[in-house]
């Protein structure tokens, strides 16, 4: 950067004049005559080295009386030798007069050039130094510019690394769910097993009985030892236990396999109204209970989108809603158009959700169930997957009437 | 910034006084004008004033010639004080040989003073003046006024610094000559080193101030 305080050049305003320079800006035909009216004669005006500056050279003799500016001769004024003295030197101090008035003019008009050359040169190093500064703020806002759009990428990869973090954190809760949820079936049915083995073992001893003893007697005899009566009906039970606890596996198995494929599941057009049929088919066969789902689903156009994500919405809210219904409650599933927007509303009138609990029902993990029984990731996901096809999702419940879940999905063109 | 020019043989001088706005410079140099009897002295010349207040400089020219028939010719300026005309202030300092800073002694006017030192140290650079080294004298000026800064206290603060101090009333014209005597003194030094002036022109420190100053009465 240019200091604007560097040393600044001037000329001299203050420098010796020439008897020239003073003289020039005099016009010396009116001077000559005006001396010759005085004088009466002709004279000429010379500088200090001898150079004729006024007038023409006169012919000897001659009478020459030096011109003075500030204190010292720089010029003569030359005469015939007849000239009158008085009157010579009447005009030498005109002349001076003069001189004196030039000096004063030239010093201060070269000094007021000075002045205003320099005032210039400070204002244009100023300007430069502006010119300058303003270009430096320029690239700093330019890259300011970018570098604000670096830390958005940054920010946004930051958070998808989050979001995905989050994620597997969730699979991560899920799968300690499903962990423990798993163990329990497996353990019964490992330990239903184990007796299920003795039991075929003590069928194996009476069976050797069977092929070597005639006697009936003896072979109810051992029957009883054996205890076979109870085996059978036993057995039947372990049998029982065990395939509802694989069935159980199963389904935990299937729900997470739901959740895991929930992102990258296809779209499709379809008629949302066959998703909800199908969804409360399943929870109406998935809850053994005698609650009558009444559906009202008004015509609808088909839109694209997750049909199989839309499809676990919707038996998430059911499934939700059966659990908590007494035998003899009723679910109400309609589905209609308002304002370019399917709108599917499902209500119940079960025992409604108390508000502090109606505020986290959203939130990841938060379950009202026994642990194992819920992940608390049901509605979570439910709303992502809505919000995934620009809809929303609203619950409103009272306790002691019912909930109520809206869904409103956007016609996509 | 002395100039010497072989052709006419002669050395032309120039001193300037400097100071805030109303410290008394021209009156200085009126004085001078009126006080000193030097072989030549020009008339001064007092260029635009309002107000008795110098807008451009005021000058005052005087000569005297050594025995070698060295020309010494002294040009003695003001400056105009007030701030707003620092590039005359700058133009008419550049090339100078000497100064005369003249300081206001009343107590109001400390900081004015202060802020003119600054700005002479600052123009001195700008112009490429060796401020360290110029020939300089410290005048406080208007003594003769109440409420002024105590001789004691001012020696006390230019006790450490090279330069002369003088304390003046130049509208009696008290000091005003001293001032001056003094800045010749230094001026002599260093255009004795530079010119050769006792070896050369035979011109002794005593001889050239008495020729400056004169018969002083």
């Known amino acids: ?413 | 910034m002395s100039d010497y020019n072989s052709d006419n043989n002669k050395l032309t001088l120039k001193l300037v006084f400097y100071g805030p706005a109303l410290s008394g410079k021209t009156t200085n140099l009126t004085r001078l004008h009126d006080l000193l009897d030097p072989e030549l002295k020009g008339e001064m010349m007092v260029l635009e004033t309002k107000n008795d207040r110098t807008l451009f400089f005021d000058l005052l020219p005087l000569g005297i010639t050594a025995p070698s028939g060295l020309l010494i010719k002294l040009k003695l300026f003001t400056v105009p004080g007030q701030v707003a005309h620092d590039s005359t202030r700058k133009a008419v300092l550049s090339r100078a040989d000497g100064v005369i800073f003249v300081a206001d002694s009343q107590i109001t006017q400390s900081i004015n003073n202060v802020e003119s030192f600054e700005n002479l140290a600052e123009n001195a650079a700008r112009v490429g003046l060796d401020f360290e080294n110029l020939p300089m004298v410290v005048q406080f000026n208007k003594r003769d006024l109440l409420n002024v800064q105590s001789e004691e206290e001012i020696n006390q603060r230019w006790l450490s610094t090279p330069w002369k101090i003088v304390f003046s009333s130049a509208l009696k014209g008290d000091g005003v000559i001293e001032t001056f005597n003094g800045l010749l003194d230094v001026l002599y030094n260093r255009m004795d080193n530079e010119y050769q002036l006792f070896n050369h022109h035979k011109l002794s420190k005593e001889e050239f101030i008495k020729g400056v100053l004169g018969e002083v009465p």
């Open chain 1, 1 to 413: 950067m240019n200091d604007v305080n560097e040393t600044v050049p001037f000329g001299d305003f203050d420098r010796e004049f020439t008897l020239k320079e003073l003289l020039s800006a005099v016009k010396t035909d009116k001077l000559l005559s005006a001396i010759k009216m005085i004088l009466g004669d002709d004279s000429c005006i010379k500088s200090d080295k001898g150079e004729v500056i006024i007038g023409k050279p006169l012919p000897e003799p001659l009478k020459c009386v030096p011109l003075r500016a500030e204190m010292e001769a720089i010029g003569f004024l030359v005469v015939n030798n007849s000239v009158d003295d008085n009157l010579l030197f009447s005009v030498r101090q005109l002349i001076e007069i003069i001189l004196k008035s030039s000096i004063r003019y030239l010093m201060a008009s070269d000094l007021h050039l000075e002045t205003v050359q320099s005032d210039y040169a400070l204002l244009r190093q100023k300007h430069q130094a502006l010119v300058e500064s303003e270009q430096r703020y320029k690239d700093l806002a330019a890259s300011l510019e970018q570098r604000v759009s670096e830390q958005v990428k940054t920010i946004e990869q930051a958070q998808r690394q989050l979001y995905q973090a989050e994620k597997l954190a969730s699979i991560g809760q899920l799968a300690a769910g499903v962990a423990h949820e798993i163990n329990n079936p497996v353990g019964f049915i490992q330990s239903n097993l184990s007796t299920s083995k003795r039991y075929v073992a003590d069928f194996t001893t009476f069976s050797e009985k069977l092929k070597n003893e005639n006697n009936l007697d003896t072979l109810l005899q051992t029957w009883k030892e054996l205890d076979l009566d109870y085996t059978i009906d036993d057995f039947q039970k372990l049998l029982d236990e065990s395939i509802g606890g694989a069935e159980r596996v199963t389904k935990i198995v299937n729900d997470l396999k739901e959740f895991s494929s929930a992102d990258h599941s296809k779209e499709e057009i379809v008629d949302i109204n066959d998703h909800i049929r199908s969804a409360c088919n399943i929870a109406e066969i998935e809850i053994n209970k005698k609650t009558v789902i009444k559906q009202g689903l008004g015509i609808l156009p088909k839109i694209k989108c997750q049909s199989g994500q839309l499809a676990q919405v919707f038996l998430n809210i059911l499934l939700n809603a059966e659990q908590v219904i007494s035998d003899d409650g009723v679910i109400s599933v309609n589905s209609f158009m308002q304002d370019g927007s399917i709108i599917v509303v499902i209500i119940d009138n079960g025992p409604g959700i108390p508000d502090e609990v109606l505020k986290k029902v959203f939130d990841p993990f938060y379950t009202t169930k026994e642990v194992g029984e819920g992940t608390g990731l049901g509605l979570t996901v439910s709303r992502d997957i809505i919000m995934n096809h620009n809809g929303n999702i609203e619950i409103d419940s009272k306790v002691g009437v019912g909930t109520t879940v809206q869904i409103i999905l956007p016609v996509n063109t």
